[in-house]
């Protein structure tokens, strides 16, 4: 019997077959390098995507309406209807006991002194000096009364959206929306400057305007500042 190590006939039998085991379980293949490269699409084609979907993004969020608001308001104060929480400055000529400065209540009466309370929301101020007289020539305390009403404070407007300090604010004569944005503490960093969502109630109806910084507000007035994308 040969030794282990001996190059015998029996040794060379068995690396014949252990060789020929090996080759015929190796399968010769094929390898193909793949270009990654070229197969992968360049960067500007993501940027592209990202930035088409940013602009829809945007203007489905908050679509700029079509109409512009009204450049003008004329004397807004003359067709004012008034509302609970309105503080109005009341002249009765010649009687400096009833006239004041006074604050409508929650239930929407002026109390005035010494002739009790006067219904005072949901008309205008014209239309209050009618009431006061009425109330006056009533109580017999004055024949021909001379009533003067002067609205001193309006309802609030509120500014919304891309600004430092959203929330309502007093309204003054002569607000524009810059001014507003301005009582809001400013534009936010992401907002869109040039151009704001107004919504105005007319005729008891919600309606909404584009408008620019120079546009005049009334009270009662929502500026919504969008955000801006790009």
Not at 6 to 35: Q, R
Not at 42 to 48: E, I, K, L, N, W
Not at 95 to 116: K, R, T, V, W, Y
Not at 160 to 172: A, D, I, N, T, W
């Amino acid at each position: 019997m040969p030794k282990w190590g001996d190059h015998g006939d029996a040794s060379l039998n068995i690396w014949g077959v252990f060789s020929a085991n090996i080759d015929a379980a190796i399968v010769p293949c094929k390898l193909e390098t793949v270009n990654l490269k070229e197969s992968r699409p360049p960067m500007r084609y993501f940027a592209s995507i990202a930035f088409v979907l940013m602009a829809l993004a945007g203007c489905a969020r908050h679509p700029l309406p079509d109409v512009m608001a009204p450049s003008s308001i004329g004397d807004f104060t003359e067709g004012y209807v008034l509302e609970p929480g309105n503080r109005i400055r009341v002249i009765v000529f010649n009687e400096q006991n009833l006239s004041g400065e006074f604050q409508i209540d929650s239930a929407g009466n002026l109390s005035m002194p010494l002739i009790g309370t006067v219904r005072a929301t949901g008309v205008t101020a014209h239309t209050l000096v009618g009431r006061i007289e009425e109330v006056l020539t009533r109580s017999s305390y004055m024949r021909n009364p001379k009533v003067a009403v002067e609205v001193l404070s309006y309802r609030p407007f509120y500014v919304l959206g891309e600004v430092k300090l959203p929330g309502e604010f007093s309204y003054l004569a002569g607000m524009t929306v810059l001014s507003a944005v301005a009582r809001a503490g400013g534009y936010d960093y992401r907002a869109r400057e040039n151009e704001v969502i107004l919504v105005r109630i007319i005729d008891g109806k919600e309606q909404q305007f584009r408008a620019i910084e120079r546009t005049p507000i009334l009270p009662g007035d929502i500026i919504r500042v969008t955000e801006r994308y790009f």
